[in-house]
């Protein structure tokens, strides 16, 4: 049985209409809208809207508005557009990290999120960015194998597996005969040519990577591509 | 039937297999009561505190498989204290002290010790299966006496367990030969990989762990040609640690899995994975992550024409970025997987429009979980709730028994689900409806609803107190963040002796006595052997 509403309330003249929030943009009318609880037995109609996680977490949520409510009873008497004046403008951008969402167990997140150092990598001419985890590999040979792959060759054409870059860390693609020289950017933000560093200090100080064109890195006098047999198969 | 034997009924009862039919059984009259409990040998606990392990030996000495149940469904998402509950250790020190001829343990979200453990592995001789989900307080102690000691072990499945001690050397304790073993799912080193496949040709499930990196190594090499000979493998899973170039040793056994799990591998790019998917054409279940994007959810539709159960998990899990998948992905998988029936889908955005198609493609669904990663977010095109959509879904689906909801959602969708959603028998609620009244038709609708959990919705004591008789019908109900009062459980816990009523009172939010006060979380149920004796501080049983 639902207790009936406190006299005070009737008398009032409280309009739940008048202090229902909507959770649309401002001035959108009539969409999902989320009326405020009167709590049974309570000798005034309090808004609970704030106490509530959802109020909170989900209305700071990246819908690009918040409404901040005030927990006395003279917040009542808010029309909608008051509530819109109330509100705090946030950035669009800023996610509250709501508690036990996505609701996805720690285990799952837990294995995601560990040993997965992507990197962003940037080719010189490609139109866009790729990225990488230096946590699948064990060694600069691998992660040059995979660079390759990924960035240069096409799949079809077959990458040799024992290409030697323990001299000469570069890059080619067989079909034009430009090479690459990876380089990267460490935790200071230097530009560092890949390949000085023991691997694992490697893979803890690389924030990026970027292969640049070698006339680019060497300057005035780029080598011709038949000084690099040691790059083809 | 007062003139057939016992032996005759306990035969015709030996085809009546499903729990649910088995309790319909026992409801008949007092001999077939008799004769059910006598000859029952599985049984399921869906919650650890309905009852007693002395009822349960009592009623049924000759159980052989048991599966228990512990914390509440949202615990998963540290929703629920630690030290909440749920320890195994009581059940069986019952079953072992008894004539109970246990073979079989299946435990879910239960906290499990070393000593347990060993206890299990002492007691019962003919000791085949155990099966671990989301439980916590063991390590490979533990697992290493269950190893060693049982020796007929056919079954170890330890998914998504909080294990203390990830060292592999528990797995030497595995006898020579372990021609028992036909399902080993857990993530198992690579160096053991190797082993176990070698003492267990026939394993059915496998699950792998740290994979390697470097297709060339001699590790590698074994490791395919072990796999060549490992034909029966059926269902494969972890794959923590997988470096994409290393997913060919596997290519061999692809065209016979049926079951494949690669939601641990985040660092497997899309391609990649549709490259693996693409061989295999007879999967009915696959758990995955979303970087397989749109596309690649196109090329599932196209090749696995048997599945049944998808699972994508979102691969940012914190949240913060952008989900690899939306409701394209799903129309795709709908269109090309006619015997899909169980979806779990994480997913960027959602619309009523796809829902519709969704909800016209697939009428089978049996399990229907939908996670939108931002809350309350509309249907993008239409900026609508999503109301429709998920009311096609349970208009379509007549066999539908558990519902995720996620989405900018009204009161209108639960209006929905109890008009159409006959069957069903779990909701989970988020964020969602605008009132009381959202709730009561949930309740008055679904007749078969077990268990309702429902977190940061606006529901309060009259939703809760409408029809308390309702909660005796059902499992359980949990309720966190919504607007219940502590004067509002506490009137339910007095007109309902039969429930335990349990506030979690974190950081001593609450003062006792103040009954306006919010409640912040509140799990109920059903039990016959009332409060429980196990319960923490912070837990208040009213």
């Known amino acids: 049985m639902s207790p009936d509403l406190p006299k005070s309330d009737v008398s009032s003249g409280l309009n739940f209409k008048e202090t229902e929030l909507t959770l649309g943009l401002p001035g959108e009318i ?43 009873d003279s917040a009542c008497e808010q029309s909608e557009s008051e509530n819109e004046d109330l509100s705090v403008a946030k950035p669009p951008s800023a996610k509250a990290q709501i508690l036990g969402w996505p609701p996805v167990r720690a285990f799952r997140k837990n294995v995601i999120t560990k040993s997965c150092h992507l ?13 990488v985890d230096l946590e699948m590999y064990n060694s600069y040979q691998q992660l040059l194998s995979a660079l390759e792959e990924m960035l240069i060759s096409c799949s079809t054409i077959p990458t040799h597996p024992t290409r030697n870059y323990l001299d000469e860390k570069k890059l080619m693609d067989p079909a034009s005969g430009v090479e690459y020289v990876p380089i990267y950017e460490d935790k200071d933000g230097d530009l560092m040519l890949v390949g000085d560093v023991p691997w694992k200090m490697f893979v803890e100080s690389c924030k990026r990577l970027r292969l640049i064109k070698i006339s680019e890195a060497i300057g005035p006098d780029p080598r011709t591509p038949q000084q690099s047999a040691s790059c083809t198969s | 039937m007062n003139y057939f034997p016992d032996e005759v009924l306990e035969h015709v009862f030996d085809f009546v297999a499903s729990h649910r039919d088995r309790n319909a059984v026992s409801l008949v009259c007092r001999l077939w009561h008799r004769v059910e409990r006598l000859s029952r040998q599985r049984v399921f606990v869906g919650n650890c505190y309905a009852l007693s392990p002395e009822i349960l030996i009592a009623r049924f000495p000759g159980l052989k498989s048991l599966t228990l149940k512990g914390k509440p469904h949202f615990a998963d998402f540290n929703l629920v204290p630690h030290d909440w509950g749920g320890y195994v250790q009581p059940w069986i020190e019952a079953l072992s002290n008894s004539r109970i001829g246990l073979e079989e343990l299946r435990l879910k979200r239960m906290v499990v010790s070393d000593e347990s453990l060993e206890l299990l592995s002492r007691s019962f001789a003919n000791f085949k299966s155990l099966v671990l ?125 049926t079951s494949l799990n690669l939601s641990y591998a985040a660092g497997i790019h899309g391609s990649e994975l549709v490259k693996l998917i693409r061989r295999c054409a007879k999967l009915q279940r696959l758990w995955i992550l979303d970087c ?15 599945l049944q159960e998808l699972r994508v998990f979102p691969s940012d899990v914190l949240g913060v970025g952008h989900a690899a998948v939306t409701e394209n992905g799903l129309v795709a998988i709908s269109a090309g997987c006619p015997k899909l029936h169980s979806l779990l889908y994480f997913c960027q955005q959602m619309t009523n429009a796809a ?53 900018l959602l009204t009161d ?12 069903l028998e779990m909701l989970s609620v988020a964020f969602a409806g605008d009132s009381d009244k959202g709730m009561l038709y949930v309740l008055n609708g679904c007749k078969k609803l077990r268990k309702l959990e429902i977190r940061d919705c606006p529901y309060g004591d009259k939703a809760l107190l409408t029809d308390v008789g309702k909660y005796e019908t059902m499992r359980s109900l949990w309720m966190s963040s919504c607007e219940v009062t502590l004067g509002g459980c506490k009137t339910l816990a007095k007109e ?10 974190e950081h001593d939010q609450m003062e006792i006595g103040s009954e306006e006060q919010r409640v912040e979380k509140m799990y ?3 039990t016959l052997v009332g409060p429980r004796k196990d319960a923490p501080e912070f837990v208040w049983t009213l």
Not at chain 2, 292 to 306: F, N, Q, R
Request: overall charge neutral.
């Open chain 2, 133 to 257: 989900v989301s439980c916590e307080g063991f390590t490979t102690v533990g697992l290493a006496a269950i190893a060693a000691n049982c020796r007929f072990l056919r079954e170890l499945d330890l998914q998504e367990n909080e294990i203390d001690d990830h060292s592999g050397h528990w797995l030497s304790c595995f006898p020579d030969s372990c021609t028992s073993l036909i399902s080993l799912n857990f993530a198992l080193p690579l160096e053991t990989l190797q082993n176990i496949l070698m003492r267990a040709p026939q394993l059915v499930d496998l699950g792998t762990g740290s994979y390697i990196h470097d297709p060339d190594s001699e590790t590698y090499n074994k490791l395919k040609h072990t796999i060549l000979k490992c034909k029966s493998i059926r269902n494969l899973s972890g794959f923590l640690e997988v470096a994409p170039r290393c997913l060919p040793a596997i290519y061999p056994i692809c065209l016979n899995l």
């Open chain 2, 524 to 526: 109920l149920y059903r």
């Open chain 2, 355 to 407: 829902l519709i198609v969704v909800a016209k493609n697939c009428p089978n669904f049996i399990r229907f979980r939908l996670c939108i990663l931002e809350p309350t977010k509309p249907d993008p095109v239409t900026m609508q709730p999503l109301d429709d959509g998920f009311g096609a879904i349970v208009q379509s689906c007549k066999h539908l028994r558990r519902l995720s909801l996620s989405g």
């Open chain 1, 30 to 72: 009539g969409r999902g809208t989320s009326s405020l609880i009167q709590i049974p037995g309570s000798s005034s109609a309090k808004l609970t809207g704030t106490k509530r996680g959802f109020s909170q977490a989900a209305m700071d949520l990246n819908l690009g508005r918040s409404f901040s409510v005030e927990h006395d």
């Open chain 2, 412 to 423: 209108r969708v639960f209006l929905y689900i109890g008009m159409y959603a006959e069957q």
């Open chain 2, 292 to 306: 397989i994007g749109d596309k690649g959810l196109e090329v599932v539709a196209s090749t696995c024409k048997e």
């Open chain 2, 496 to 505: 309902m002796p039969r429930l335990n009523v349990e506030i979690i009172n």
């Open chain 1, 119 to 131: 990197v962003k990598v940037a080719m010189d001419g490609a139109p866009y960015l790729r990225k």
